[in-house]
């Protein structure tokens, strides 16, 4: 699966109780890597932050705690 496939696919997972349609998902950097954050009416639902290692995610980081998404929230 492409990267970009899955890290869609792991947010719509991680993002349970929404359905993909709910969900705004955009690129940004997480602490310095790649990643993506998944909004729902503009409010930030989970911040996923990736590892990359030869040009592959080795690692992925979801963040769901209201208290440390609220840095990122925009609505």
Known sequence: MPPAAFA???SAACA??????DLT???RTVNGQPGLIAQRD????????FD????R?????AIRNPDKLRP???G
């Open 8 to 10: 869609l696919n792991a």
């Open 16 to 21: 349970s109780g929404y359905t993909a349609a």
């Open 25 to 27: 998902i955009l690129e």
């Open 42 to 49: 503009g409010t930030t639902v989970t911040v996923f932050a």
């Open 52 to 55: 990359i290692t030869d040009d």
């Open 57 to 61: 995610i080795s690692h992925i980081w």
């Open 72 to 74: 990122w929230t925009t």
